[in-house]
């Protein structure tokens, strides 16, 4: 099959397009032609490595994707040869407390496909069929492959750990980034009120699209003054953060009393300044957030199906353009997902 795969960590040089045996299909699991692939800064974490990660190399990337059932192992019931579906990316254990819990995604043995396990930057994959499920009707294989991961981690993110409330303001910063296209929809299902923070007035215009309210150039407006401002003074009630050393002093200080801050990254830093007078006078609330559950991913899945959330692609690359997709991301060019076309 053909695959974009890498032999060593590194940039995006170490990508390598060529072939590599199809995997065989075990009890349980189910063989998925993938069509769509889209991609996750995930990748480009992963590709590049990080101390204690031992991979089985060559690796392939890749944690979003849709596609259709190609073969299937012995024992599997909940789909058919032929069928559409969409993968969830999240592997766990499933017996564990966490699992049995509900919450798989705190799961000690949990990961994404193409983390610590091959993924979806080739034409075949083998997963568990539990992750399996239906690909929305109304959505194309390359939409279809574009909201998981980052609509999953966003829904988590507002909804479970924030708890967002119609009318809450909310601070969506990198407004225009993968989960920040997801968190403006979601804040917007559930009622609340949405300031969009992005880079340019080209991506602003799209957060409007998607149902932003207020608008901040960060490039130009200190977003902390410009968030008193839309609020008339009193600041917001959830800020939306991915950001981290730059932006998190002031996401603390916009937060009005009894605010929530929730964090999926540190795409600037991770060892950040948090003044804890602002936490402890403001009774604030500050929650970490990695992933979201299968329950969540079903439930966003069938809002899909019912056109109330929207998969917002970028750009769709053929899987032999992975590196110009790397380097895309890298650089924070793209409105929503970049997605590689894998197969017809
Ligand atoms: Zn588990």
């Excluded at 089985?56 to 032929?82: C, F, K, M, W, Y």
Aim: hydrophobic share 40%; proline share 3%.
């Amino acid at each position: 099959m053909k695959a974009v795969y890498f032999q060593k960590h590194g940039d995006v040089a170490v990508l390598e397009y060529g072939d590599l045996p199809t995997p065989t299909v075990s009890a349980g699991h189910v063989l998925v032609k993938v069509h769509a692939c889209a991609v996750n800064h995930i990748d480009l974490w992963t590709r590049k490595g990080w101390p204690g990660l031992r991979l089985q190399l060559p690796h392939i990337l890749g944690a979003d994707i849709a596609g259709s059932v190609a073969e299937i192992g012995s024992g599997v019931t909940n789909v058919r040869v032929g069928e559409p579906v969409v993968v969830l990316p999240g592997l766990s254990c499933g017996v564990c407390e966490w699992c049995q819990r509900g919450n798989d995604n705190y799961c000690n043995k949990y990961t994404v496909l193409g983390e610590h396990i091959r993924g979806g930057n080739a034409e075949y994959i083998s997963v568990p069929a539990q992750n399996v499920v239906a690909k929305p009707e109304n959505l194309s294989f390359e939409q279809a492959a574009s909201y998981p991961l980052t609509f999953q981690t966003s829904w988590h993110m507002l909804v479970a750990q924030a708890q967002i409330q119609p009318g809450d303001w909310v601070l969506v910063l990198a407004a225009g980034s993968g989960v920040g296209v997801a968190a403006v929809q979601i804040a917007k299902l559930f009622g609340a009120n949405v300031i969009a923070a992005a880079s340019s007035q080209a991506k602003l215009d799209k957060a409007k699209e998607l149902g932003a309210d207020a608008f901040v150039n960060y490039q130009e407006e200190d977003f902390y003054k410009k968030s008193k401002d839309i609020t008339a003074g009193r600041g917001v009630d959830i800020v939306f953060e991915h950001v981290g050393k730059a932006t998190w002093q002031n996401s603390i200080k916009v937060l009005v009393k009894g605010g929530r801050l929730v964090t999926c990254g540190a795409t600037t830093g991770y060892d950040a300044l948090t003044d804890l007078r602002y936490v402890f006078y403001k009774n604030l609330r500050i929650f970490g957030n990695l992933m979201g559950s299968r329950g969540e991913l079903i439930r966003i899945t069938q809002l899909m199906q019912e056109g109330k959330l929207k998969p917002v692609i970028d750009r769709v690359l053929p899987l032999q353009q992975a590196k110009d997709a790397h380097r895309a991301l890298a650089n924070r060019e793209q409105f929503g997902k970049i997605v590689l076309k894998v197969s017809d």
